[in-house]
Nanobody, 123 residues
């Protein structure tokens, strides 16, 4: 059973925008950490943006303010607005969630994962 349902993504040119969404489909689930990760070709999975168990928003330093993460707590949906996209942003984007996380950017902290959604940015 797929618990985290991702949507959005696709292909854009450099400078374009995309919006990703991730919904936790489980009823009654208590989630305190949700985050987006990405994995480019030949690269390790890295944390992009997310909320930690204290409700704080966090971003990877490399993003330079181009992405915005938001959480609709009641709909259990995490959004990622990506602007001014670059070819190096291309990859598979994964949604991750868990009740608690020590380091929001550490993939090992998350038990539940979405299936991944492709983002391709062409030059």
């Amino acid at each position: 059973q797929v618990r985290l349902v991702e949507s959005g993504g696709g292909s854009v040119q450099t400078g374009g925008s995309l919006r990703l969404s991730c919904t936790d489909s489980r009823s009654g689930a208590s989630i305190h950490c949700m985050a987006w990760f990405r994995q480019g070709p030949g690269k390790e999975r890295e944390g992009v943006a997310g909320y930690d168990h204290d409700g704080r928003r966090n971003y990877a330093d490399s993003l330079e303010g181009r992405f915005t993460v938001s959480l609709d707590y009641y709909k259990k949906t995490l959004h990622l607005q990506m602007d001014n996209l670059k070819p190096e942003d291309s990859g598979l984007y994964y949604c991750a969630a868990d009740f608690w996380c020590g380091d929001w950017a550490d993939a090992a902290e998350y038990k539940d994962w979405g299936q991944g959604i492709q983002v391709t940015v062409s030059s």
